[in-house]
């Protein structure tokens, strides 16, 4: 399975993003997917996550009613929207994928390579 990560790019503070995560494979209704960012030096964060099949989302605390994580089942794809974005929002994003509902990142069974979001102030 390869996920595909694409979508970021230079933004202003303040303004949006939206990040795709496409599956090589059909996403499954047990499936989770999760997005984390990383910034050099600094360890992997969490930020958001969906049950492909129930639709459950959870978001760290910083970006919810900022961000939106939402799926498109037919296209086997997860999107990340990214509103009002701030200059800590910036970083490598990294899509996964797993069974799990887990924040830390060590449950997920399949990794994007990563697209980069720079937030300049």
């Known amino acids: 399975v390869q996920l595909q990560a694409s979508g970021g790019g230079l933004v202003q503070a303040g303004g949006s993003l939206t990040l795709s995560c496409e599956s090589s494979?059909?996403?499954?209704?047990?499936?989770?997917v999760g997005w984390f960012r990383q910034i050099p030096g600094k360890e992997r964060e969490f930020v958001a996550l969906i049950r492909w099949g129930s639709g459950i989302r959870y978001y760290e605390d910083s970006v919810r009613g900022r961000f939106t994580i939402s799926k498109d089942g037919a296209k086997n794809t997860g999107y990340l929207q990214m509103n009002s974005l701030k200059p800590d929002d910036a970083g490598v994003y990294y899509c996964?994928?797993?069974?799990?509902?887990?924040?830390?990142?060590?449950?997920?069974?399949?990794w994007g390579q990563g697209t980069q979001v720079t937030v300049s102030s």
């Open positions: 494979r059909r996403i499954y209704s047990s499936n989770v």
């Open positions: 996964a994928m797993g069974t799990q509902y887990d924040t830390t990142g060590n449950a997920y069974d399949y």
